[in-house]
């Protein structure tokens, strides 16, 4: 593998509109990836084993962003090696597609990278000498390399009939992206904030009666000091 690089949360089955059993190893690689990811965005590309698709090994893939809309294969299974007839690694994940439907791709790819976002994407190969009509499947799902960038991508391409002669290259019939939803940038609930409890009252001061407090009597008229008063006693 390429070194350089379930919880509860929001999964989108990316390949529900597929019911045929030849692409069931679609849906075993979207598994482990989802799995991996757990509530975040998506998985880091170092936590990749290849024994966790083990049985869906040969048709899955992983490429490295080397430009705008431009990834090539750094790991690819037995599977994209015979759609081709030749060893596929190094090679941009565009060989597979005919010219007209590259430009679909490279915007696919770069919209994956930059939302990011997971796609579903259904293929056709037209029939020719020596080559029977062939469909296929492809499914991308973003991976975070080692420096935290969103610069790789797990993916799994699957084609169900009589490959005939190679190399066999696809036009991009259907595209499905989806953005990605995790709990972590799911927007949280406003909180109710509990009510403060009302203060207690004041304890009231009891006043005997409706009586007010009596005040000290002063006149206000200006008086000379009394002069010292004697007891005079007279028999008259």
């Not at 590259?102 to 994956?112: A, I, Y």
């Not at 993916?155 to 991009?172: H, I, N, Q, W």
Request: aromatic share 4%.
């Amino acid at each position: 593998m390429d070194n350089g690089g379930k919880n509860t949360h929001n999964v989108v089955n990316m390949t529900q509109h597929v019911s045929e059993t030849g692409f069931t190893p679609l849906s075993q690689v979207e598994a482990y990836w989802e799995a991996l990811r757990g509530t975040r965005l998506m998985p880091n590309r170092s936590e990749i084993d290849p024994r966790g698709i083990e049985q869906a090994l040969e048709y899955a893939f992983i490429v490295e962003r080397i430009a705008p809309g431009i990834a090539r294969l750094r790991i690819a299974g037995s599977h994209l090696s015979d759609l081709m007839g030749m060893e596929v690694r190094g090679m941009p994940l565009t060989a597979f597609i005919t010219p007209a439907s590259r430009r679909q791709l490279s915007d696919t790819l770069e919209e994956v990278f930059e939302t990011p976002a997971t796609c579903t994407m259904m293929l056709h190969s037209e029939k020719g000498p020596g080559m029977q009509p062939l469909d296929a499947r492809l499914i991308l799902m973003p991976l975070k390399s080692d420096l935290g960038d969103v610069s790789r991508i797990l993916g799994a391409l699957v084609a169900v009939g009589d490959m005939g002669r190679s190399p066999r290259r696809f036009d991009v019939t259907a595209s499905s992206l989806r953005p990605i939803v995790s709990e972590q940038s799911m927007p949280l609930r406003a909180k109710r904030e509990p009510k403060k409890p009302l203060p207690a009252p004041k304890p009231t001061v009891e006043v005997p009666g409706f009586a007010e407090a009596k005040a000290e009597f002063r006149t206000e008229t200006p008086r000379r000091e009394a002069p010292y008063l004697r007891l005079v006693k007279t028999d008259d």
